[in-house]
């Protein structure tokens, strides 16, 4: 009975969610006709768009890298199937309703073939915790430089702000979980936890991996820069540096609010009101350069799509 209750409820939230990517793409298009987003797409922007592709792939490969580095336990895994698991995630990324259902898919898959369950979700979970942090970093480093360009309002920051704390205590709370005691009605129902704690808790130990691993969030952030920067350039559009930051981080965090299908519709609406209320950049310019983002995601999908493919066979 619980389960059908649980069942009706996630299946009500993810009704409501397609309602808001829905919604959201068609109140944008009504506003902003497609034919005027499709004026700023030609031929010329090619070499934009394969940058992106070459920029998406290397992503894909830091990511392998950061992830087989943070697997401190267990057998010594091939980077080209750290490689393959991390293209299974985006394929389920693009198909599960949230930006995390990849990161489970893939983690839990490679944990049950290789029998380190909770080793792969502790190292997939903190390293999508130190991608967020190294957002943060560049956030706070560029933030000064952009306000003296644009009126940012004060709320975006603030919403920086408490998100960089959230992410802080999640840290501290995934390193000293083992410090951390559980009522014994919650273990009894979720046997798992004290495998994840002791999985967390034993990167104490390993502060050099933890470090390395950091490093290559901060690659995985600046790679990320460059592409929303090749967006704008595909379109005919040069962004401050500082305001493509600050602007491309906060579009990160209010797309990750679990109110649509991935961010999907949301992102764009966020998208034209920074870059077009702040910088009163033409919306039509603004949304065409949006959905270029699209490309790249499909072909890391493909990939995925062709590991599941091989695998089945």
């Known amino acids: 009975m619980a389960t059908d209750k649980t069942v009706s409820k996630l299946f009500i939230k993810r009704i409501f969610q397609l309602l808001v990517s829905v919604g959201g ?24 768009i394969l940058a992106t592709l070459v920029a998406a792939t290397l992503i894909m490969a830091i990511q392998a890298n950061r992830w087989k580095g943070l697997s401190v336990q267990g057998p010594e895994i091939p980077f080209k ?9 985006y394929f389920f990324n693009n198909l599960l309703p949230t930006g995390f259902g990849g990161d489970a898919v893939k983690s839990l898959a490679f944990g049950k073939k290789f029998n ?3 080793q792969s979700i502790s190292a997939v979970f903190l390293a999508r915790i130190q991608g967020l942090l190294a957002m943060f970093l560049c956030f706070f480093i560029a933030l000064p430089f952009a306000l003296n360009k644009a009126e940012i309002p004060f709320t975006y920051t603030l919403v920086m702000t408490i998100a960089l704390l ?3 205590v999640i840290v501290v709370l995934c390193l000293f979980s083992d410090k ?3 009522p014994a009605f ?3 129902k979720l046997t798992f936890i004290p495998k994840m704690q002791k999985s967390l808790s034993i990167y104490r130990q390993y502060k050099k991996q933890v470090l390395l691993s950091s490093l290559d969030s901060l690659w995985l952030q600046l790679l990320t820069l460059f592409m929303a920067y090749a967006y704008f350039k595909a379109v005919g559009q040069s962004i401050d540096i500082s305001i493509l930051v600050v602007f491309t981080s906060i579009t990160t965090i209010v797309s990750m609010l679990p109110i649509s299908l991935n961010g999907i519709g ?3 609406g966020v998208q034209v009101a920074l870059f077009t209320g702040i910088l009163g950049i033409p919306a039509p310019v603004v949304l065409s350069a949006g959905l270029l983002g699209y ?19």
């Open 266 to 268: 949301v992102r764009e």
């Open 180 to 182: 951390i005691p559980v």
């Open 25 to 48: 793409f068609a109140y944008i298009f009504y506003k902003i006709p497609l034919a005027s987003v499709a004026e700023n797409w030609s031929l010329g922007m090619t070499p934009w």
């Open 81 to 89: 199937t750290y490689y393959a698991y991390t293209a299974m995630g």
């Open 186 to 188: 919650i273990l009894n």
């Open 166 to 168: 959230v992410c802080m």
């Open 295 to 313: 490309i790249p995601l499909l072909f890391q999908a493909a990939q995925g799509a062709v590991v599941l493919i091989i695998t089945k066979k």
């Open 116 to 118: 380190q369950t909770s």
